[in-house]
């Protein structure tokens, strides 16, 4: 009878992107030592945006909240709830945005905060790399509050 | 920076002893069992001797055990190789879902070559019920597969039970004991066991070595072809090395094992109340007795489990966790779903495997860390999980 097995689907030989710890120093430095972050969150009553991405079930949760003045992001804060990277990327993110203007930081990509954390595992950059959309979900909060419609 | 190692489910050091037991074998005796000369006799003796030792160990006989490379390894050779070699007699295979990869990955790859396989439910700490065995096997089952501990959670399954569901029903029956080598009775008459998984690599001796014990009269067919080695079943030439300090390690972790298993117990119990005290929204996961010596794991609430182990790591402590973050799937770990915890909170799970060298001074570093971290990592989180998804653990 064993002839008439048919063997498990063929695999080429391929080296699984599965090493979460290959991170980097300022990954690390980003992670123990987050900036920006919220301990308070009553103390952001006074925002001028506010974005949340992210479900816990997928294991990521990012919530940013911006202070505008003349145009351009005067602060930006955050909470995280994820993974290594995720935390040091949001912590990073709220570093570049602080000084930019609203149309520059709403083309930041995963991928330029990947490269100034000097690089990130590739499935770590699709799962916890949220914070440029919490951050455009913050403008956009932004704007619509400005315009008269808030949420 | 001390190093506090609380992941020995992971994999163990290696005992001195059996270090020692294995050095000849690198060097002066490095024959080959297969070989008709002086070296080629004095590994063919220590080969004997090892399996000797194991076969005594285990309550078994010598031809019954076979070594090959992993646990894995002996698993995969005793579900392919007895579904193979039995096909005739049946398609069907019984397993649960809070198995070792090993066996559940096996089981989806025998799907494909044709044989149905049943995935039982556990409860909520991950026990697999007698009557649900009994309920599915059918006149095509030939093979139930359930492992004796689990890896992640440390639930023991009450596998003397359940292989004797599996025998009075004339079916064989497996069970992957790589958890439970050091730790519990893997006597196999004991067990009822058709045939029993193990390696070193749990149980302080090398990694590298696995051992599947094959009860007489098994018929199984080999999944690696080539010199014949291990009675046709496994060839390639035996790691003569691993294979001493394999049995080296096996028969003093089962020396020992009732002392130690009682201390660790007792170890094991007070970090699990020291924890669940110490820090808020925090739970056990799996059974609160029935579980291995030397597991501890949790739930805590609003945090993930990849941030708690590198945080903790910097802390000199290396723990585990079935975040979603330490795996290929980007799935939360599929034992902690089976047991019914809902994926929010799965990313938060966090594994203690104590080992020989762990003291209660460890636990209490390991607490005091643990709630300053959790503390910390709260006040980044967004997110407050409603309490109500964890009733009734």
Excluded at chain 1, 138 to 148: L, S, T, V
Excluded at chain 2, 32 to 56: I, Q
């Amino acid at each position: 009878m064993a002839q008439d097995i048919k063997p498990p689907k063929a695999a080429s030989v391929k080296r699984e992107n599965n090493q979460c710890w290959a991170y980097t120093d300022i990954v690390k430095e980003h992670f123990l030592k987050p900036r920006n972050f919220v301990r308070d969150e009553k103390k952001m009553k006074g925002a001028d945006g506010v974005g949340t991405v992210g479900s816990p079930a997928c294991g990521d949760v990012m919530k940013m909240w911006i202070r505008v003045k003349d145009g351009k992001i005067a602060e930006c804060k955050w909470q995280t709830f994820g993974c290594a990277s995720a935390i040091a990327s949001t912590s990073m993110l709220s570093t570049m945005a602080v000084g930019m203007k609203l149309e520059d930081a709403l083309k930041i990509t995963p991928k330029q905060i990947a490269e100034r954390l000097g690089g990130l595992p590739s499935m770590k950059i699709h799962c916890s790399v949220l914070g440029d959309q919490a951050l455009r979900a913050a403008i956009e909060d932004y704007e619509a509050r400005k315009h008269g419609k808030a949420k | 920076m001390k190093i506090i190692y609380f992941d020995n489910a992971a994999t163990t050091p290696t005992r001195t002893e059996v270090v020692k037991a294995m050095a000849p074998f690198w060097t002066d005796n490095y024959g080959n069992p297969g070989s008709l000369h002086a070296k080629g006799f004095e590994a063919r003796a220590a080969l004997d001797k090892a399996r000797e030792t194991v076969a005594r160990t285990l309550g078994a006989s010598p031809s019954e055990i076979l070594f090959t490379g992993s646990g894995t390894e002996s698993v995969n050779l005793a579900l392919f190789g007895f579904c193979r070699a039995n096909r005739q007699k049946g398609n069907h295979i019984i397993t649960q879902k809070t198995e070792h990869h090993a066996v559940l990955d096996s089981c989806k790859a025998l799907e494909k070559e044709g044989f149905a396989v049943t995935y039982l439910d556990v409860d909520k700490q991950g026990l697999v019920s007698r009557e649900a065995l009994e309920r599915a096997i059918r006149k095509e089952t030939i093979l139930v597969t359930i492992m004796y501990a689990n890896n992640e959670i440390g639930t023991v399954q009450s596998i003397q039970e359940l292989a004797s569901v599996a025998r009075a029903h004339n079916v064989t029956f497996h069970t992957d004991a790589c958890q439970a080598g050091g730790a519990l009775d893997v006597d196999v008459r004991q067990l009822n066991a058709d045939m029993m998984t193990l390696n070193g690599s749990k149980i302080y001796g090398p990694k590298g070595v696995g051992m599947l014990y094959v009860r007489a009269g098994i018929k199984l067919q080999p999944v690696i072809y080539g010199g014949g080695q291990e009675g046709g079943l496994r060839s390639g030439t035996e790691n003569i090395a691993g294979i001493v300090g394999f049995a080296t390690a096996l028969s003093l972790a089962q020396k020992g094992r009732e002392k130690e298993s009682k201390r660790l117990a007792a170890l094991r119990d007070y970090l699990i109340s020291k924890v669940l005290k110490e820090i808020p929204r925090s739970y056990l996961n799996g059974h609160p007795t029935q579980r291995l010596p030397n597991n501890a794991s949790f739930t805590i609430l609003d945090v993930e489990g990849e941030s708690m182990i590198l945080r903790l790591s910097e802390k000199g402590i290396c723990a585990s966790t079935g975040s979603a973050c330490t795996s290929r799937s980007l799935e939360p770990s599929h034992v902690l779903q089976a047991i019914g915890l809902p994926k929010e909170v799965a990313h938060g799970s966090l594994r203690f495997s104590l080992g020989k060298s762990s003291t209660k001074t460890d636990a209490d570093y390991t607490v005091k860390t643990l709630k300053g971290i959790v503390e910390e990592l709260r006040k980044i989180s967004p997110i407050r999980i409603n309490e109500s998804v964890m009733r009734g653990r």
